[in-house]
């Protein structure tokens, strides 16, 4: 990959590493978008006690460790492979492989435009990387049309092929909340209060909602948009419908939502 950042990592910030060397109470690793190196002291790379330490790592191995500390002075990194969480490590490697995509989208506006690789790599991503921490991060932008590719100078003989090839290989991102959605009412007339309501939830989820009807009163709703704040405000909103709807009746309801994997 291309990717590199300046300067130093931060403490505590999650990177992928590469593992170069290994010894009997430490591990060595370059830290890849960086270009530096680092070291993992033997307590650091799991829990509990290590008896042999390549049971846990391997040279050549490509890793998500934490930045515990920083001696600028000395020049010394220390790593920890144990404290990364499983969702740190899940987003830090799906962040890269986004990375690797977005860069293939760079090497086919070189071969089109008959320029090196490296170049146009440096020509596009320089002036992204004044606003954005990744070129992915932009390139979803102009897939949901958030942003305009000409407000970062980017140079206009790669402008409308980089569009065109981010439209291509890039979907916009997508987020889906699950639930059920419990109502239960008292009323005489209980079957015709959960048929109105059932229609008005269907007719304000049209676009955006997938609801149905599973009986007992209970609602299965799929809400699909391309950021949570979206889903979460969709979700808000048929809330606020059924309160509406049952201000003045004997009735009860409550959205359980499904687990998300």
């Known amino acids: 990959m291309f990717y590199r950042k300046k300067d130093l990592p931060q403490e505590y910030e999650i990177v992928m590493c590469t593992i170069t060397k290994i010894q009997y109470h430490s591990v060595f690793a ?14 650091e790379v799991a829990a509990g006690r290590i008896r042999n330490i390549n049971e846990y790592i391997k040279e050549g191995k490509v890793v998500v460790c934490m930045v515990l500390r920083i001696d600028q002075e000395r020049g010394h990194i220390d790593l920890s492979l144990r404290r990364v969480t499983d969702m740190q490590r899940k987003t830090k490697i799906n962040e890269m492989k986004l990375e690797q995509i977005a860069e293939k989208i ?19 991503a320089t002036p992204i990387f004044k606003k954005y921490s990744y070129l992915h991060k932009f390139f979803e932008q102009i897939v949901a049309e958030i942003v305009d590719v000409k407000e970062l100078n980017i140079p206009k003989e790669y402008e409308k092929i980089l569009v065109e090839t981010v439209k291509q290989r890039i979907k916009q991102p997508e987020v ?28 304000y989820g049209k676009k955006a909602v997938d609801i149905k009807y599973a009986g007992a009163g209970i609602y299965k709703i799929i809400v699909k948009q391309d950021d949570y704040k979206k889903a979460e405000a969709i979700i808000k909103e048929m809330l606020e419908i059924v309160k509406k709807s049952t201000k003045n009746i004997n009735s009860q309801y409550e959205f359980i939502r499904a687990e998300t994997k």
């Open 176 to 203: 889906t909340i699950k639930g059920d959605l419990h109502f239960k009412t008292y009323e005489s007339n209980g079957l015709e209060i959960i048929t109105h309501l059932f229609q008005k939830l269907t007719e």
């Open 30 to 43: 370059t830290i890849d978008e960086y270009d530096l190196k680092g070291m993992i002291h033997i307590s």
């Open 106 to 124: 760079i090497e086919v506006v070189a071969h089109t435009t008959k320029r090196d690789v490296r170049q146009v790599y440096e020509h596009i």
